[in-house]
């Protein structure tokens, strides 16, 4: 099993090369993203009820926003769903407002809402939800008063030393067909948090939408890679680089399960009650300590997940440190770096007197791909001075013209959205570590009360409904499954559409 850490690291660097003493990166992409014609209509679709005020300030974020809803997901059956993180899921209805379709606030009073994400974080549905009536769900807890003993610790860590658990549970309609949930539950797993804050939950659950029956990856559901907190969490456990680069670790890891117990599936046993696929990448390296279940590691927070819908491409979002924002494309048994890369730079908690806000260039030989190191690096990257923390993105070839071969993500904090060529994400993943794909603004409109065209940001839509600055966007796409876009804000509860004018 693989485990650096950063005195590793510092040991080499002790006996490296002059050329790897290099200055400290202050403005690692100085060129600004250029809008260059690409604009897109967006409009209103459906706003979720309002829950702004159904918990004590204390409880919920702030800033708190109307409904905080942050996935739209259309089922295998046709219906569209989407969540409100405050603990409610709905069904997007056509010619009537949203339905209730299950409250979790009530089913889970230990849960977590005062982080940006937090309470009912995400939701995703088994491809055969028609027949079995099966959805996942992820939320986080405090571990507080806690009956349930989570199913992981990070190493070097006890039961006094947990602050919140990260919970998966599978869900099973009685009547899949039903207008609102009835049926059972089953938690899969539960993961603790050490940190004083629970910064950096599973953000994600969810199955590859271009698996079909009988292709390996069917039935597996995927989450999220992220830290849990590691890197910013607060308190004594944060910035610890020697909790991540671990195989014995879902810290930074994405995970791919079988979520059918063990005792259905007859498989290997993973951390909670579900099965380890017997073809993941570290399923078999011979270390009793390595965990199955990883699919790639090295993420800082790759909170959102995406399939290619032509080739089965999976890409992460992964949001970034103090400097930069990462398009990945997701290989089986990758290392993508955190904590010791960031982009295609070294972090510098990671060397010598360094700390977490600091860059540090890589060797020559190592950056333009003639000598590989043991990392996976970035295919499309943009800096602070842009944004400040990706939103989730999609392989495009819907209705919109200008959009197709392209892919759409955004910012999640100040709302700006982007596109890069898809072809030339893939050939930036190619080795080379400075290779990346160019990106440019989406720039919106919408039609006005005459039809002509007036352009807005996106946080300009928000004030408009809420009537009040926004004081972020907090940005989140979503895809049908004819593959068009949302676009969607836990400000102000309004799903929005990208559509052809």
Known sequence: MRISTPFTTMALLAFAP????????????????????????????????????????????????????????DAPDGRRFANDQRGYLYVLNDDSPPTLYADFSAVFPRAVYNRLESGFIGFGFHPEFEENGLFYTVHGEWAFAQPRKPDFIPPGYGEADVTHHNVITEW?????????FEGTRRELVR?????????????????????????????LLYTSGSDLGFSNGGGPNSENPSATQRLDSVITAILRIDPRSPAESRGTKGLGDYTIPPDNPFASDGDPDTLGEIYAYGFRNAHRLSWDARDGTMYAMDIGMNQIEEINIVHAGGNYG??????????????????????????????????????????????????????????????????RGKFVFGDLQRGRLFAADIAALKAADDGVPMTTAPIEEIQLFVRDADDERSYVTFRELIERTNGAQALRADMHLSRTRDGEIFVTSRQDGMIRMLVPD
């Open 172 to 180: 099973r309609a009685d009547d899949p067909r039903a207008d609102a």
């Open 191 to 219: 993961i603790a948090h050490v940190t004083a804050n629970m910064s950096h939950p599973f953000g994600y659950v969810g199955f590859n939408p271009t698996a079909e029956p009988g292709d390996p990856d069917y039935g």
């Open 338 to 403: 955190w904590m010791a890369r960031e982009g295609y730079w070294e972090n510098g908690r990671y060397r010598p007197g360094g700390e977490l806000n600091q860059l540090f260039e890589l060797p020559d030989d190592v950056l333009s791909g003639r000598t590989k190191d043991e990392f996976t690096y970035p295919v499309a990257i943009y800096d602070h001075n842009e944004g400040r923390a990706i939103s989730g993105g999609f392989a495009y070839y819907g209705r919109i013209p200008q959009l």
């Open 18 to 73: 002059a050329q790897m003493v290099i200055a400290q990166i202050t403005d690692p992409l100085p060129d600004p993203i250029e809008k260059r014609g690409l604009t897109v209509r967006i409009d209103d679709v459906v706003r979720l009820p309002r829950t702004l005020g159904q918990l004590h300030a204390s409880q919920d974020v702030n800033p708190a926003g109307w409904a905080r809803v942050s996935f739209v997901r």
